[in-house]
T-cell receptor
Framework: DGGITQSPKYLFRKEGQNVTLSCEQN?????MYWYRQDPGQGLRLIYY???????QKGDIAEGYSVSREKKESFPLTVTSAQKNPTAFYLC??????????????FGSGTRLTVV | AQSVAQPEDQVNVAEGNPLTVKCTYSVSGNPYLFWYVQYPNRGLQFLLKYITGDNLVKGSYGFEAEFNKSQTSFHLKKPSALVSDSALYFCAVRALNSGNTPLVFGKGTRLSVIA
């Protein structure tokens, strides 16, 4: 089945550590997005990529980094510079011309907790 | 700049009663509007979208939404609520013909259906 796979489902980070969240899609979608979800704040855009080897900062990019070396993959690294990383992280994708009949496709999320 | 407002953090409704979850938007040009639903610790699931055409859009699980251009609104409705409809609902917008630029989300409305 086509879809987006995010891993791990749960991730624990110690103070000062970098951690990487995985996002893989087999939908042949061109654009991929990372959102952060905090209670009562909706979804906030961290980074997005509309094409391989190119990406743009979203509204809250500080303390995060991404790469887009392959069309299928868009990993997010939460660096030690991100002072409050505890949140639910969602990855999404959509085709080049915009979403089809079913909107942007979302992964099932990664819950990151600082310990 | 695009924006979405969901004026109610929480909506409570009795099972069997009609429900409405409100959404207003701001976008340059014509909008591409979406409703998504999220269950605990899960990704977002697409419910319905509006692009052009009939102002009343029908979607998954018996939900529908009414597009009102003059009021810049896109309220989600269901004639008879189920306990299983209890979840977090997000409205989102993208400017029409903007390709795969990121969606802009509202902060979400938590729907609670009481038996």
């Amino acid at each position: 089945d086509g879809g987006i796979t995010q891993s791990p489902k749960y991730l624990f980070r110690k103070e000062g550590q970098n951690v990487t969240l995985s996002c893989e899609q087999n939908l042949n979608h061109d654009a991929m997005y990372w959102y952060r979800q905090d209670p009562g704040q909706g979804l906030r855009l961290i980074y997005y990529s509309q094409i391989v080897n190119d990406f743009q900062k979203g509204d809250i990019a500080e303390g995060y980094s991404v790469s887009r070396e392959k069309k299928e993959s868009f990993p997010l690294t939460v660096t030690s510079a991100q002072k409050n990383p505890t949140a639910f992280y969602l990855c999404a994708s959509t085709p080049l011309t915009g979403p089809g009949d079913y909107g942007d496709t979302f992964g099932s999320g990664t819950r990151l907790t600082v310990v | 700049a695009q924006s979405v407002a969901q004026p109610e953090d929480q909506v409570n409704v009795a099972e069997g009663n009609p429900l409405t979850v409100k959404c207003t938007y701001s976008v340059s040009g014509n909008p591409y509007l979406f409703w998504y639903v999220q269950y605990p610790n899960r990704g977002l699931q697409f419910l319905l979208k509006y692009i052009t055409g009939d102002n009343l859009v029908k979607g998954s699980y018996g939900f529908e939404a009414e597009f009102n251009k003059s009021q810049t609104s896109f309220h989600l409705k269901k004639p008879s609520a189920l306990v299983s409809d209890s979840a977090l609902y997000f409205c989102a917008v993208r400017a029409l013909n903007s390709g795969n630029t990121p969606l802009v989300f509202g902060k979400g409305t938590r729907l609670s259906v009481i038996a």
